[in-house]
């Protein structure tokens, strides 16, 4: 699966996307969160707090705790500030 | 139409070609964001949006539809730009045509309050102190919030929109 | 600023004069309003505006002086033709610049609404069936009625910008 | 005083305006109004429906029954229709 961050979520993993296979255990978006939370920690502290990151998977907000696939790509990203 | 582009753009050339397009179209209103020379009492030198390719042209097509969908509207216009940019410079331009002057005014309030809490686009400003991400204000959900369909008992109106007679 | 004037504009060269006078400005609204060429099923073949010299350029400048009280505006203007014009013209042109925009966005709704209804212009249509003059709208007066002031209770502030936070 | 007929008040009236000294006994709107539809019955007809003729003095619109002098621009008018 692809996983995007994007604005200073980017900066707190280092990385604007990385390529993972789907990680064992891992079946639904709370799970891929603590996943990767574990992985880049200072991600974590962010995702551990309420209202700061929003979530998009295959381009569209999701805000449920749904259920991924392999094929999915899914982003992190604090509020969004354009127009 | 949606443009999402990092080139800068003429507003008035934009908005002579919007014009030129339908000569059978009453009222057309138009808001133009642009990047201000300071923020409360800190100067920003230059401005960078970060958006995330893809996600951003569906979510603004999205966006466009339900203006269209609420509206009578002869032609839309989103134009948005990414990348960095200075004081003064277009960020964003939303042109609507309709018939009916309150239809284009109200769809062009809709288009600029949704824009900014549902299209995925990051502001960076560049002060002399430094870079920092802006936040996402309070106003601007509250303001995207007046949109939100109450129930069905409005009948498929906004809210602002029932509010005209 | 006020013109009232004869001749036609072009909205695009007026908008990017706007838009240059400025850069510090963060959002810009305009709104246009043209000839259409039909009203209802009658097609429109030209249109011409009467008007009251002197009243005009009065009751705009105390419409305009009137926005400017109600929202924080950088900047207004306001363009309106008189004489005989063709289906696509541009009519009238309201531009309103300010830090805020909805500030921006409900000063020039209000703008139009007040001039609509406050402003002594008057149009008469040529259709195929001969010249007749348009009858003022009870819509007109209820869009322009919504920007009065209620009461002493909404402490100077106009009913649209209250609901606002 | 100087009176100002507008749109289709000006074709009842058959003039755009007039020039005439305050008239004898006129010292009030509603007695130039009444001195008018005399003058111009078609006009009367306009001014005596409700609603239908809009009045300005000194180029501000005047709703209630003021006093007038010799020195007023008085004018008629249907609702305006600009924009």
């Known amino acids: ?83 | 139409m949606i443009r999402v582009q990092h080139e800068p753009f003429d507003p008035g050339v934009e908005l002579a070609r919007f014009v030129a397009s339908r000569t059978d179209v009453g009222g057309i209103a138009v808001f133009l964001g642009r990047v201000r020379d300071r923020a409360g009492d800190t100067p920003i030198l230059a401005m960078t949006l970060e958006h995330y390719p893809g996600m951003t042209e569906r979510k603004l097509a999205e966006i466009e539809a339900e203006a269209r969908r609420r509206w009578p509207l002869e032609d839309t216009l989103v134009i948005h730009r990414y990348g960095r940019m200075m004081p003064g410079e277009p960020i964003v331009m939303v042109a609507v045509a309709s018939a009916h002057r309150h239809a284009a005014l109200e769809a062009c309030s809709f288009l600029i309050d949704w824009l900014k809490t549902r299209a995925p686009f990051w502001k960076c400003e560049e002060t002399p102190q430094g870079e920092r991400w802006v936040e996402a204000r309070t106003s601007d959900e509250l303001a995207a919030a007046r949109w939100e369909r109450r129930s069905a008992a409005s009948s498929g109106q906004s809210p602002a929109q029932s509010s005209f007679s």
């Not at chain 1, 200073?8 to 993993?13: D, N, S």
């Not at chain 1, 990680?23 to 574990?38: C, T």
């Not at chain 1, 551990?48 to 992190?76: P, T």
């Open chain 1, 1 to 83: 699966m692809r996983i995007r961050y994007f604005a200073w979520l980017r900066q707190r993993t280092g990385c604007a996307e990385e390529e993972i296979p789907l990680p064992p255990g891992v079946r639904r978006l709370s799970e891929l969160k603590l996943w990767l939370a574990n992985r880049h920690p200072r991600l974590g502290e962010a995702l551990a707090a309420k209202g700061v990151v929003r979530c998009a998977v295959n381009q569209d907000y999701v805000a449920e705790d749904i259920e991924l696939s392999d094929d999915d790509e899914v982003a992190f990203f604090p509020p969004v500030t354009g127009g």
